[in-house]
């Protein structure tokens, strides 16, 4: 895996840069005064001894501090350690963070994408065959990768807190009524009366249970769930999304 991690630490950014024989440096002719210029991390014998300086990790780290920096680095490559890093802007960073590893927008995002696609189908006729075919195989994948992600990271997180586990259990039934139906309608000729009527079905069900998911599920999470673990169940549903994304383009 080469996924790449953000941290503000001083510790865990010196122990990187020094597993990798890396050291504090900045880039010459930027500096001036007490200030050691634009920071890097420098590898001796690769790139950089020309444009950089060595300087001291209190330097690096003071300007580190005064920028409001944080550094994104790599833990590993393909062929091992990873010498891959970068220092960004640390407000930016936590505004990322609050928009991509929040759980409830990103299940919010896919919940959007899968209502606009049940919109576009609804508005289909019988003669629009090929449509039909495009937007229920779109629907498919979208609603396949977003029940598995549930399915393995948070209705079983759910199912371990006592005000959860009823709506959690509730919501995989609800999700095996959906995987019949869709089921169904994959192998149901698009041009006939009985796949409209099938869709209709579809659609009212993944409606209703959206409306659970993001209304009543929702708020018994808050309310059962530290900030803490609510952070986290966003991040490791960020992580599972991005796999599932990788794997249904391979
Ligand atoms: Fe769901
Ligand atoms: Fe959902």
Redesign the pocket.
Known sequence: MSDTKVTTDHKIIKAWAEERGGKPAAVKGTGSGNDPGVLRIDFPGYSGEESLTEISWDQFFDKFEKERLAFLYQEETEGGLSRFSKLIDNDKNAEMKGATMNPFEL?KE??KKVAGLLGQINETTERAEKTRDELFANLYSELDA??KM?EEILYPQLKQEEETREIANEAVEEHRVVKQLLKELDVTQKTTEQWTVKFTVLKENIEH??EE?EGEMFQKIRKAFSKDQIDELGERLAASKQRLAKSKTV
């Open positions: 299940l896919d919940h977003h029940s549930e249970h959206v998911e």
